[in-house]
């Protein structure tokens, strides 16, 4: 008999592996059914034999042979004369089976059931998609730069199934060429003019969350837990772990032998810095714990209102700030808490000092400004290093030096 060439529909559903082979023969089933009631009415009478390995089909009309006279139902009932046509041999309240030729649609007919089948395939192959990346949202996975482009890179993944990694979701330091593979975490999936975009991430805190379980086996395990994790991709993050054996020392199994464990998370996000601390239900300790690597010398936290007021000795004051605000920025995220930070000099007598354009009358102008260069802009910074430190720094004669060095001492023991 006549056939429609499905060859190249069949092939679609075998490339998607996910779709299975009752779901392929239900579709095909249902769109020629469709096309039967277009043509006779009903497909209650007619069965669609799908064979999937050559890529076509027939269809396959039955009807109840009864006497010329008695035809209630032609679709179901053919008349004896016209039976006998076909095989002498049937008698009436036989069954016959007819085959039926799939060109007697006509080709608009059959040209239409070629697209419909095809757009079916094709919103079959994007559900399996969305529901694959639907459950591996929060999984990292390698895929392949295909495309890059100034707001948003084309990857590739093991089926070449598409996948958009974001400007947005980079890190500022990423750099990636065509070719290269890539590892991030699957952010989400959205759908986009009916087609579903699946959305990756390197910024995402559950990136470096799998790293740390891909790193650290007793956080694989369970023995050991991640907390909560904040982020300032390319610059710092902070990771607050628990471990639930009191045998194991979360911190040191996170961060590994002389840094083992961290070292390749660190490079894989850009020299990120991240700092592990210990997760408590204190609050004073975990604000402390997150200020790291600065040391904390006094707090007074207003629970209400969620806010502590940290002081700290001045040379820690910057370090629990960090470069751009970027240090207590994530304390703040990872406590909930607003902190503010003062300089601590309680318990300190507030030293006398003297900046040195006030000796300019005694001391040469360009004496002065070389002090300045090395970072002396007060006595008692150059009082503080020794003559040789001094001479070693600046560019200025030993003598020049010590004579500044006696100017300076003698203004401070008139005090």
Not at 115 to 128: C, E, F
Not at 235 to 241: D, G, P
Not at 263 to 290: A, C, F, M, P, Y
Not at 330 to 354: C, K, P, W
Request: net charge negative.
């Amino acid at each position: 008999m006549a056939s429609i060439n499905l060859i190249e529909a069949f092939q679609d559903f075998k490339e998607a592996e996910n779709i299975d082979r009752p779901t392929m023969m239900k579709v095909v089933e249902d769109v020629f059914k469709t096309l039967l009631r277009k043509k006779y009415g009903s497909d209650d009478n007619f069965d669609v034999i799908v064979n999937a390995e050559k890529g076509d089909l027939e269809i396959v009309r039955h009807r109840v042979i009864v006497e010329d006279d008695k035809v209630i139902d032609p679709l179901a009932e053919v008349p004896y004369s016209e039976a006998i046509k076909i095989e002498p041999d049937y008698e009436v309240g036989e069954e016959l089976y007819q085959e039926v030729e799939i060109l007697d649609f006509g080709r608009r007919a059959i040209l239409a059931a070629k697209q419909t089948l095809a757009s079916r395939i094709g919103d079959l192959k994007k559900n399996v998609l969305v529901k694959k990346y639907n459950d591996r949202v929060g999984e990292i996975i390698n895929a392949e730069v295909y495309q890059v482009w100034k707001k948003e890179i084309l990857l590739l993944d093991e089926e070449g199934n598409e996948l958009i990694l974001p400007k947005s979701e980079q890190i500022p330091q990423d750099y990636f060429k065509k070719g290269e593979s890539i590892r991030a975490v699957v952010r989400k999936v959205d759908l986009k003019n009916n087609s579903p975009v699946i959305i990756l991430s390197r910024t995402s805190p559950s990136f470096l969350a799998k790293l740390l379980e891909i790193e650290v086996p007793e956080i694989f395990d369970g023995l050991i837990v991640i907390k909560k994790i904040v982020r300032e991709p390319g610059e710092r993050a902070k990771v607050a772990v628990e471990s639930y054996d009191d045998r194991i020392d979360p911190v040191g199994a996170c961060v590994g032998m002389k840094g083992s464990r961290i070292h390749g998370i660190v490079r894989e996000l850009k020299n990120e810095n991240i700092d592990v601390i210990n997760w408590t239900n204190n609050t004073q300790l975990l604000i402390q714990r997150s200020l790291t690597p600065s040391k904390i010398t006094n707090m007074d936290i207003d629970s209400e209102k969620l806010h502590a007021s940290v002081y700290l000795k001045p040379d820690q004051v910057s370090l629990a700030i960090g470069r751009k605000g970027v240090n207590i920025k994530l304390a703040q995220e990872l406590t909930g808490y607003s902190i503010d930070v003062f300089r601590d000099n309680e318990g300190e007598e507030e030293e006398f000092d003297i900046d040195l354009e006030e000796f300019s009358d005694e001391i040469e102008t360009w004496v002065i400004d070389e002090f300045k260069r090395v970072g002396c802009d007060t006595a008692r910074s150059v009082l503080s290093l020794t003559a040789e430190e001094l001479e070693r720094r600046t560019d200025l004669e030993k003598q020049t030096i010590e004579d500044v060095r006696r100017i300076l001492k003698e203004e401070f023991d008139k005090e």
